[in-house]
Structures are given as structure tokens and as C-alpha cells.
């Protein structure tokens, strides 16, 4: 119940109190303390040569930078990432795999290769080593195969049917490995979403992640060590970015330019990162502008962002206005649920915006802990979420002030009172009269003469002395 109070402030006073958090506890470790400058600003994105870039928060799906990412493109290698999920969704890894001449007749000149030879047995797992980590389109043709029940075509059927169930709405695969075709297309967002589905198997990270490999010898190959393609990984690039690097998938052809996939992580902070269509040229070491790129993005998303509790349990989201309480006008409402956010990392608590679900005082009395409601915490034009609110302490009813809002919150209220009052004194007036006229009957009956007279008839009776016989005393005749 929340009437309006006789006794209620200004209506504006919880906004205000609100949007000034006048009365946030203390801050959560996703919020800036004022003064505190990064070296990087979320309002300055790093420029990129690629033609199309995504970063997001990983955990809270916080989109950072947004570069065409949903516009078509031709994903080169990167195809992969699907090649990997449906192996790993559909075999075991430590399943014996032979390499056919037929596997090897879709190879082009210009393939990447993972140095397979017709009549290698290998693991899955090996397999997935040559697919990841110097991205072998002969692996691709080898796992498609033996995946898709001795036919790639049909492995490139379920590609296509695992994308749609993603919620891939531009995406279209031709063959396991990427090469280029027309029709064979993706967007950052969809390969994200590939990306992340792919993650939720430990292996894909473990593996993609390895800047070498050692396949085993063979029937008809010796043993040989497989070299990364990705220069984030590599100790010797200049782009090196050390155990940052979660996991990752590199492709490069003519058409599709330079492109790159990237997890990483520092400080507890997860970011997803997608570049497409980066330039051809490599600089003097031998570096792609896509890691350039990449390197660049997280830097930025590491320096520019944080990630974590932007409101926790316990804390004071401004004040509720309290009708007749004998305790005060208002209570702090505490949150008890949380929010977790990703956000710039110069923001305050003076930057949130935070929005009541309650637009009246609420009536005493409340328990402390009482739910108030909800409340919405946005930061400018997004909205971080949404937390529960309870009383921080107890409001007592005022019993004076209840019977004030009582008489007057209703016409027929004042009616009923009167009507009470009323009769409570007709009774009064009755009662009075009937006990006057009692005592004046008893004091009328107290004077009349019968009265008088039964009063004489009970007097009690006085007992006279006996009286004294005529004669002569005793000892007259004694005299004689």
C-alpha cells in the first residue's frame, strides 16, 4: 500500500537523490575512484586497417568496438573454427585417423598444409593440431571426411546447419578450410559466435593456443614439429603479446585479405576480438597488419575497460520516501542483488543514472530488509541492468499521524467519524441522563412523608426503669 503522506517532502527529492548517488556505499572494483586516469580512453578506439573488426567483453557480451561487423565478408581460414567445433562435437580425440590420396586432391598450390601424406595414422587430436596451429587445409579435408561419414560435401552440409542453429544470419560455407570461393562467406559476428560455441570445449583453447606442435612418426612420415601461424604467440614477433593469448585462428587469402580470431585475458578481464579484410602487406619482419590490429584492440580493451560488480549487494542506491512512520520521512534503499558490467574505465558513480521502479512514499510500518522494489542502472543511453532494492532499516507506524491520513485520505472517512463521534456522544448524553434521573428519583423518595413515617416505625424502642411499689421500707418494722 503507498498513499500519499500528509507529511511528504517534495516529490522531486528521491530523483535528485538518486541521480546525484549521494548514497552509494562503496565502490564496486568495475567503477573508477575519482581522479584515477587510464592510459587508454573508451571514447577513443584505436584506428585499424582492417575492413572489419569486433571486440567484445567475453564474459558479459559487451560489444567495445563495432567495424562493419555485420557486413559480408570472406573469412579465409578463420572457416576453421567451424571445422574444429563439429570435430570436436562429434568424435573423440583420441580416435586413429589414415590419411587418403582423395583427402588430399582438394589442395591447392598455395594451401597452408600441415605436411600430411596419404597413409598417416593420427589422432583426432593430432588432426586438430594440424588444423589449428599452422592451419592445414589438408587436415581440414582429412577431419571433414572422417566426420562427415566419408564425404566432405556432406561435412560442409552440417557446417552450414550449425551455423544457422548459432544464430549465424550470414554465413555460408563451401569447403572445411577457407578457400576462396564466392559463395563461401561469414561476418565478425557470426565467426564470434562460432568462436565462443568452440570455446566451450577446453581442447579448442588448449590446442589453438600452442605455438608448436610435435606430430609423431608415422608408418610413412617421421616425426615433424608444426609451426603457428599467429605472430601474438610467437616469442620473436614484435607483436608478441605472451600468456595473454587464450586462444586464436589466423587466415589469409587474396580475396578475404588478412584475418584473425583472438581470446585474451589479463587481470581477470576477458576480451573476444574479430578482424577481417586486413591489407595483404606484411612490415619488415614479416608481421600481417591483422596483428597489428589485434594487438591494438585488446590493448585498448585492457586499458580502456573494466569489467565487474558496477553495483554489489549492500549498496546504498539513494533513498525511498516513508509515509507515517515515527521514524523519519525516508529509508536508504539497499541493493540485494548485483550488477556486473563492462564499462569505461574512467567511469564514476556520479556518471550512472539510476531509475526507481516506485514513484510514491511507501507507508509505514516496513521491516528492515522490506522490499522496495527495483531499481535500473544505466550508463548514458545503455542500461547495465536492473537490481532489487530492501529497506535499510526499520520504519515504525506512527499512530497519530495514521489516524490523520485515516480521517482525511477519504470524504467518507470524515463522514464515518463524525457519524461515530456523534453517536459515541448520544450514548454519552444517555447514559448521563439515566444515571441523573436515578439519583434525583432516590433523593425524592428519601423526603416524602411515608417515607418519614416507615422511618418512624422502625425507630427502636427505649426501655423505661421499673417502677417503685407504695409500702413500707424493710426495717421500718424493725423500729417499731
Known sequence: MRPTSPRRALPALLVVLLALCCSF???????AEEGDQPAYSAAEPPALSSAHALLMDYDTGTVLLDKGSHER?????????????LTLENVGLDEMVTVTEADLAEISWDSSVAQLKAGDTLSVRDLLAGLLIPSGNDAAYVLARYVGGGDWHAFVDMMNERAAQLGCTDTHFVNPCGLHDDNHYTTAADL??????????????EISSQSTWELPATEVSPARELEATDDLIDPESPVYMGDAIVASKTGTTWEGGRCLVTLAERDGMSLL??????????????????????????EWGFGAWRTGEVVSVGDALGTAEVSLSADGDEVEALATSAIVATVPADTTLEDL?????????????????????????ALGERELGTVTVGAARAMALSIPDFAIWWLTS???????????????????????????????SRRQAAASPHRRAVARSVQPTRLKPPAKKKGKHVGSHMRQ
Open 192 to 205: 564470434a559466435l562460432m568462436f565462443r560455441e568452440a570455446l566451450k570445449h577446453p581442447e579448442f583453447a
Open 410 to 440: 477519504d470524504p467518507v472517512h470524515t463522514v464515518l467519524a463524525v457519524v461515530i463521534v456523534a453517536a459515541v456522544c448520544v450514548v454519552i448524553g444517555l447514559v448521563a441522563g439515566v444515571s441523573l434521573r436515578s439519583r434525583k
Open 73 to 85: 565478408a570472406y573469412p579465409a581460414s578463420t572457416t576453421k573454427i567451424m571445422t574444429a567445433l
Open 353 to 377: 543514472t539510476l531509475t526507481p521502479s516506485w514513484d510514491e512514499a511507501f507507508q509505514a510500518p516496513l521491516s528492515e530488509g522490506a522490499s522496495l522494489g527495483e531499481v535500473t542502472v
Open 25 to 31: 556505499g562503496v565502490a564496486s572494483p568495475a567503477l
Open 273 to 298: 576480438g574479430v578482424t577481417l579484410g586486413a591489407p595483404m602487406e606484411v612490415d619488415a619482419d614479416g608481421v600481417g597488419p591483422n596483428f597489428y590490429d589485434m594487438r591494438s584492440l585488446l
